[in-house]
Nanobody, 124 residues
Framework: QVQLVESGGGLVQAGESLRLSCAAS????????MGWFRQAPGKEREFVAA??????YTIDSVKDRFTIYRETAKNTLYLRMNTLKPEDTAVYYC???????????????????WGQGTQVTVSS
């Protein structure tokens, strides 16, 4: 059984940084596609970044500030977020796909496993 547990969210001021973690069990983070999504109040869940054995992809609006990476030894996926802005405020979710081939998925329905989410709040 795959379980994903996010941590690292919190309340920060604009311009500060956070690192989100997603600890995985029942799944090796380096073997399958994994991603980060976020959902702001009243909005749909939005793709942020994904990573596979062959590379990663981050949406244009945050690619200069956010970095997705994983640490195999800790079986953990990370999202490093720098220069945070109020519009980054959302619940951030970690997701895992069953695939380890093909293009990275960017739609929520394409991911099978989800964490419970971690709140990120950026004050101006």
């Amino acid at each position: 059984q795959v379980q994903l547990v996010e941590s690292g969210g919190g309340l920060v001021q604009a311009g500060e940084s956070l690192r989100l973690s997603c600890a995985a069990s029942g799944r090796t983070v380096s073997d399958y596609h994994m991603g980060w999504f976020r959902q702001a109040p009243g909005k749909e869940r939005e793709f942020v970044a994904a990573i596979s054995r062959h590379g990663s992809y981050t949406i244009d609006s945050v690619k200069d500030r956010f970095t997705i990476y994983r640490e195999t030894a800790k079986n953990t996926l990370y999202l490093r977020m720098n220069t945070l802005k109020p519009e980054d405020t959302a619940v951030y979710y970690c997701a895992a796909d069953d695939r380890n081939y093909g293009p990275l998925a960017t739609g929520p329905s394409e991911y099978k496993y989800w964490g419970q989410g971690t709140q990120v709040t950026v004050s101006s």
